[in-house]
């Protein structure tokens, strides 16, 4: 089976403490910062002011005839919170240690709270994103409501792949340098600097096996009128995403007996 039983229930039955884990990351996030959520935006923002100085306007990199700032900036929303998830979920475990050991509750509480917790930053920086299309005069479309909807995916791979690093980072203490090395590598790989119509069409098939690409491009899609979604490339993803889920809770299953006695 994949999951226990009475998994589900007994996720449920630990509700109120999954709900203070993501609102106790959310207070330490922002506790004792100058600018507080401002940081949501800023991250992103100053991300792709940097690529479409470098990118856009001397590398000349293409984005398909849209302008290069909300090219970029409509997938450094959903990386940025990707990216972020990663890293407070891969380390969640080991920080904390001091809950592990003294009373037991689903571990796996703590690494989904922790990819939660980031959606408020994702909030916050889509809002500038609305900006940015009056800005820019973009239209909006039907299609802009599919945005918060392809959160949905974007949780249950970040879940996924912080269960397999928490999991991991508890043995081997090597993943914390691993993870911020591993997303500088994963932005390269995913089509956010560059439209995937830069690669030449044979290799394709081979950047659509990267689960964010597309996710990414379906983020892209909704909010550009002149760019239609690619269904049979999200849905690949969605698979990818699914299988990747499956094999990291199972993978958290196995080991999550261990997890106190070797913290």
Known sequence: ??????????????????????????????????????????????????????????????????????????????????????TLSGNSLVSNAHLLTKVYFPRVVIVASSTLSGLIDFAIASLLL??????????????????PVLIIPLVILATGVGMI?????????DIKYAIPFGTQLWLFITPIIYPTTLVP?????????NPLTGIIEAFRATILPS???????????????LFVFIIGLIYFQKTDRIFADIV
Not at 130 to 147: E, G, I, K
Not at 165 to 173: E, G, H, S
Not at 230 to 240: C, E, F, G, R, T
């Open 130 to 147: 609305l900006a940015m299309m009056a800005y820019f005069h973009v239209q909006p479309t039907w299609y802009n409501l599919l945005w």
């Open 1 to 86: 089976m994949i999951l226990k039983n009475g998994w589900l229930s007994e996720l449920w039955h630990y509700r109120e403490l999954f709900y203070f884990f993501i609102w106790r990351d959310v207070k330490v996030r922002y506790k004792q910062t100058v600018l507080g959520a401002i940081w949501a935006i800023i991250q992103p923002f100053f991300t792709m002011i940097v690529f479409a100085l470098f990118f856009g306007k001397l590398a000349n990199m293409p984005s398909d005839g849209i302008p290069y700032p909300i090219f970029s900036y409509s997938a450094l929303v959903p990386w940025t919170y990707f990216a972020g998830a990663l």
């Open 201 to 209: 069409e044979k290799f394709r098939w081979v950047i659509a096996l």
């Open 227 to 241: 760019r239609q979604v690619d269904w049979q490339l999200l849905s690949i993803s969605l698979l990818i995403t």
């Open 165 to 173: 690093l928490a999991a991991l980072n508890v043995k081997y203490r």
